[in-house]
């Protein structure tokens, strides 16, 4: 039974199976999952079965690359062209892209095989998956919880073994809090690494797209098709990109971690705590070398975060007014009418306070005390990262405060959810690349593990980890319900 | 932090969002704890601590040459628009 995308590529390569086999396989998993899960908002059967096709010829004619044919689904934040794109809002429930995001672009080329597009928080701002307009996803561990956001969908998709990848995006925490939250590999890489390119905006200065997979090596296949310089993306690095998968083996003898003594404070769950320092004790026994360390503004990357997210926020999503594209009002009765009631019927709630949020901090008056501050404190943050990667290699701890909490708990109180990214944050804020991986369970519920590099040290990142899964299998573990594989 | 309801109506109104009145009060609410979380940055020391708007320093914001690299999408990025008429997009009569 294949359990990795790398199995399932070893497998087509030697032809156990063709690509419209495996698509008509995992066709029918979503199918059958979408009314216990909700985890996608499009399911796109036919161009699947098209695209596989085609990978099949690319296979017989020995033109497959390792993505060649795989299913795969695209969080609904990624323009597909001819395909609705809705964002998770009644904004754009009736907008079909006329064009490919890069990241699209790039995965079909190298002949993935889109099988829909993934559930999400309202244009990605929430942590539980439930400010979506097409309803919140369940947590396949448990399916009275949540599972976590931004990218829930993409997150309990893979989960749920319905594809072995599924895309995402990380503004504050959206792919290693669900990836956490639902017992999968998520991989979000440094800020600029991906183009940005047909990914509808949040936060712009914060705002990346990675992968969510079963493990770091899929992880490193699929970024490695993914990242690169694109010329229509004027915050995309021209850096190079190395071979990850080229480097996943190397011993871990000697590297340094730290852990970061903030993030091991009041308000971890204790079996969370003692799960993340096992982690740790497994990569010691592979010779890494633990060092604490200590980032004392990093307590403040919540309340920078909620200057600088929503100022961004407010000021992309004032292109959705009704007159290009997206939901307009019956009967506007001036323009203004038309703009505020289009904006106030199209976004849900939590979009409204951010919108709102972001007005006020940038408005006049204000913008010293609250933006020009966060900017400052942002600065403050990343230098301590920067001195702490003159130390050490990595630095380790909890993903998520919390595992899988119910449906319905923590949307009263907005303050709650942000929380729930205390210890992801800060990553976003520094541009720096992340993962978190699966490191054992809380009773029946996964926890995740979070290991952030420095600036473009994704493939250290990615050998670490996948280190870590060589000596466990916690990655491999799936939900009782969903236990069938990928082919 | 407290917002007044007034405070709320002025910023949705800068927003261009139409609040009902009945959902004014709880985003005065949320928006004042908001902002009560948010002042914990005035602990942060900044002095002459420059801020920051990119995360990676020492990027310069790239320019291209000015010439056009694609053809005319009009029709097709005109097939989401909610109403449009010889190529035009059509809102409210603005100017009576």
């Known amino acids: 039974m294949a359990r990795t995308l790398a199995e399932l590529a070893a497998g087509l390569a030697a032809r156990k199976y063709s690509a419209v086999e495996l698509t008509r396989d995992a066709l029918a998993r979503t199918e059958r999952a979408q009314p216990q899960l909700n985890a996608l908002i499009s399911i796109t059967a036919e161009w699947a079965l098209a695209a596989a096709a085609v990978a099949d010829q690319r296979l017989a004619g020995g033109q497959a690359g390792p993505l060649t044919g795989i299913p795969m689904i695209h969080k609904d934040i990624f323009c597909t062209e001819g395909v609705l794109t809705t964002c998770g809002s009644r904004m754009l429930s009736n907008f079909v892209s006329p064009y490919d995001a890069t990241v699209v672009t790039k995965l079909k080329q190298a002949g993935m095989v889109m099988l829909g597009k993934a559930n999400m928080d309202e244009f990605a701002m929430g942590s539980s998956n439930e400010t979506s307009f097409y309803g919140p996803v369940k947590n396949p561990w448990d399916p009275t919880r949540v599972p976590g956001g931004s990218s829930g969908g993409s997150a309990a998709a893979v989960a749920a073994r319905l594809a072995p990848l599924a895309t995402a995006t990380d503004t504050g925490g959206s792919i290693r809090q669900p990836a956490a939250l639902c017992g999968v590999t998520g991989f979000k890489p440094t800020y600029g690494r991906v183009s940005r390119y047909g990914m509808i905006a949040f936060a712009s200065s914060l705002d990346q797209a990675g992968v969510i997979t079963v493990s770091a090596e899929d992880a490193a296949l699929t970024l490695q098709a993914m990242a690169g310089f694109d010329p229509r993306d004027s915050t995309s690095v021209d850096v190079p990109v190395p071979d990850y998968r080229a480097t996943l083996n190397a011993p871990l003898a000697g590297m340094k971690i730290g852990i970061v003594k903030e993030f091991f404070g009041a308000g971890l769950q204790p079996e969370i705590e003692k799960l993340v320092r096992e982690a740790l004790a497994a990569l010691t026994r592979m010779g890494v070398v633990v060092k604490e360390v200590s980032l004392p503004s990093l307590p403040l990357s919540v309340p920078t975060y909620y200057v600088v997210a929503p100022a961004e926020c407010s000021s992309n999503l004032a292109r959705f007014d009704g007159v290009r594209f997206g939901h307009r009002c019956e009967n506007p009765k001036d323009l203004r009418d038309l703009y505020t009631r289009s904006r106030a019927e199209g976004f849900g709630d939590e979009v409204k306070r951010r919108i709102m949020t972001g007005t006020y901090v940038l408005s006049a008056g204000y913008y010293d005390a609250y933006h020009l501050k966060a900017q400052k404190v942002r600065a403050l943050i990343t230098d301590e990262f920067r001195s702490a990667f003159q130390d050490v290699d990595l630095l380790l701890s909890p993903t998520s405060p919390t595992t899988a909490f119910g449906l319905g708990d923590q949307t009263s109180d907005p303050i709650t959810m942000y929380l729930n990214d205390i210890y992801t944050i800060g990553a976003n804020l520094a ?38 899964q060589q000596a466990t299998d916690w990655h491999l573990k799936t939900p009782a319900s969903f236990a069938e594989g990928f082919a | 932090m407290s917002l007044t309801s007034n405070q709320i109506e002025t910023v949705a109104g800068l927003a261009r969002l139409a609040l009902k009145p009945e959902e004014i009060p709880a985003y005065t609410e949320s928006l004042s704890r908001i902002l009560g979380m948010i002042s914990q940055l005035e602990q942060a020391d900044t002095s002459g601590v420059e801020p920051m708007a990119h995360p990676l320093t020492g990027q310069v914001q790239r320019l291209r040459a000015d010439t056009i690299t694609s053809g005319n999408s009009r029709e097709a990025y005109q097939r989401n628009a909610p109403q449009v008429e010889a190529g035009l997009y059509l809102v409210p009569r603005v100017i009576e």
């Open chain 1, 431 to 468: 541009g720096l690349p992340a993962l978190s991986m699966p490191c054992g369970f809380a009773g029946e519920l996964p926890v995740g593990v979070q290991l952030i590099g420095p600036h473009f040290g994704e493939a250290r990142l990615l050998n670490a980890a996948h280190q870590y």
